[in-house]
């Protein structure tokens, strides 16, 4: 047999959401700031991690090209500047230039969201170990909101969402 439990703690008067209120001025701003944040729905981060991470990408994707073509500073970039093991410069070049390309607008459409981001975590593990292992911290950034996207997808603004809804109601 067990003991009957004691009465909850009634609240204190003024609190909307059945919350304590704090005395100090301070907790009071915490706790109307954690209150406002957990508000904030969990897939905007991912669209904002989508958005950020296709600006970066597509920016150094275009210092790479002029018009359709790759440059010849790209081309001398690779062969003598980054070391990549295991591939051919000219080859290394025209794939990081392609993938710069490619994969933030997927990212952007939210389309193959989590193989775009893969691919752009292998670059950018490629760069950070043989390109520029000194700029780690803004490279530990980028692996974040990569890995964020892969573990938990583009979320409903997405095309990934919209197919997989219409895939779901497609097979039912």
């Given at each position: 047999?067990?003991?009957?439990?004691?009465?909850?703690?009634?609240?204190?008067?003024?609190?909307?959401?059945?919350?304590?209120?704090?005395?100090?001025?301070?907790?009071?701003?915490?706790?109307?700031?954690?209150?406002?944040?957990?508000?904030?729905?969990?897939?905007?981060?991912?669209?904002?991690?989508?958005?950020?991470?296709?600006?970066?990408?597509?920016?150094?994707?275009?210092?790479?090209?002029?018009?359709?073509?790759?440059?010849?500073?790209?081309?001398?970039?690779?062969?003598?500047?980054?070391?990549?093991?295991?591939?051919?410069?000219?080859?290394?070049?025209?794939?990081?230039?392609?993938?710069?390309?490619?994969?933030?607008?997927?990212?952007?459409?939210?389309?193959?969201t989590r193989l775009s981001a893969l691919g752009l975590l292998v670059m950018t593990a490629v760069i950070q170990v043989f390109v520029y292992p000194g700029n780690w911290p803004?490279h530990a950034l980028w692996a974040t909101a990569l890995l964020l996207l892969i573990l938990r997808g583009p979320g409903p603004l997405s095309l990934d969402h919209l197919l997989?809804?219409?895939?779901?109601?497609?097979?039912?």
């Amino acid at each position: 047999m067990t003991s009957p439990q004691p009465p909850a703690p009634a609240s204190p008067a003024g609190s909307a959401d059945g919350r304590a209120v704090p005395s100090h001025p301070l907790a009071a701003v915490w706790c109307a700031t954690t209150r406002g944040a957990d508000r904030v729905p969990a897939w905007t981060i991912g669209l904002l991690a989508r958005l950020g991470l296709a600006g970066v990408f597509w920016r150094s994707g275009q210092t790479k090209v002029s018009g359709w073509e790759i440059t010849d500073t790209t081309y001398f970039l690779f062969q003598d500047e980054y070391a990549v093991p295991l591939l051919p410069p000219d080859l290394a070049a025209q794939l990081a230039t392609t993938a710069e390309h490619v994969f933030p607008v997927l990212l952007v459409l939210g389309l193959f969201t989590r193989l775009s981001a893969l691919g752009l975590l292998v670059m950018t593990a490629v760069i950070q170990v043989f390109v520029y292992p000194g700029n780690w911290p803004e490279h530990a950034l980028w692996a974040t909101a990569l890995l964020l996207l892969i573990l938990r997808g583009p979320g409903p603004l997405s095309l990934d969402h919209l197919l997989g809804r219409w895939w779901r109601a497609r097979r039912r």
